[in-house]
């Protein structure tokens, strides 16, 4: 299937590892300019010669902490300075602090309110006035399965990231008649170092280890195994496409049958 991505402008937000850079490193295959970010800048300069040394294309790297507006204006102003207007913007970040209610303090929620919503917010408004120039865009948020199912111990990605998927619907139906699609993917357990730290969390609370905590959740998932950062990504890029052009609010799960709503 032709994707038509071919020089694309793409900003994927928090790349440098896990589903953020298998997203990047699919737009470039697909012959699109891709941008990178991450707040560690070592982190970067690694992810950034990996792939150049697989794909022999250097993405564009720019060090940004998404919890900081300065951050978040340079990056885009960095993108538009050597690709120009931002075509296609991927907007994910890391999950907030895990914990309960009673744990979390005022601090916790301001940082995740500003890591996991108002980033999304704040890139989104710099990218838009060009896509509306264009009559051309596609911005898809990274949520997660906990925005259908509420995962027990992690209140704070619960509440910011329902809320961007209620951010996304609204907008989508607000921008649609530039032509500019709103999407969420919300992957369930994917093997990541985000997963790893969660089940390295978990197994403190239950004194399982971290791989018995892996193996369950495998187990909770009618396919028994996790999911690639690649088959969340190959979705990612799918709804950058022309062929997803009539796709727009929606919120659709890569989670091997773990939600067992029909809706």
Not at 42 to 58: C, F, H, P, R, W
Not at 86 to 91: A, P, R, S
Request: proline fraction near 3%; hydrophobic fraction near 40%.
């Amino acid at each position: 299937m032709e994707l038509n991505l071919v020089n694309k402008t793409v900003l994927v937000t928090a790349s440098s590892s896990g589903i953020g850079r298998a997203t990047a490193e699919l737009f470039i295959k697909e012959g699109a300019k891709v941008a990178i970010c991450s707040r560690n800048k070592d982190n970067l300069v690694k992810a950034s010669s990996e792939i150049k040394a697989s794909l022999n294309v250097e993405p564009l790297w720019i060090v940004c902490d998404i919890n900081k507006v300065t951050d978040i204006e340079n990056t885009v102003n960095v993108v538009k300075k050597n690709f120009g207007n931002v075509d296609i913007l991927v907007n994910n970040c890391g999950g907030p602090a895990p914990g309960y209610f009673e744990e979390m303090k005022d601090e916790d929620w301001e940082f995740g309110f500003n890591q996991v919503l108002m980033s999304a917010v704040r890139f989104t408004r710099l990218v838009l006035p060009g896509m509306k120039e264009k009559k051309w865009g596609r911005i898809i948020n990274i949520t997660s399965v906990s925005v259908k199912q509420p995962i027990d111990n992690l209140i704070l990605s619960n509440a910011f990231r329902s809320a961007v998927t209620a951010f996304a619907k609204t907008l989508s139906l607000q921008i649609g008649k530039y032509n500019i699609t709103v999407n969420n993917v919300a992957p369930g357990f994917t093997l990541t170092s985000r997963l790893y730290e969660l089940a390295v969390n978990r197994a403190k609370l239950t004194g399982e280890s971290h791989e018995r905590v892996l193996a369950n959740m495998a187990n909770d998932v009618p396919l028994k195994r996790l999911a690639s950062p690649n088959e969340v990504a190959s979705l990612i890029v799918y709804l950058a496409s022309e062929q997803a052009g009539f796709i727009t609010g929606s919120t659709i799960t890569v989670d091997g049958g773990i939600i067992k709503s029909t809706y």
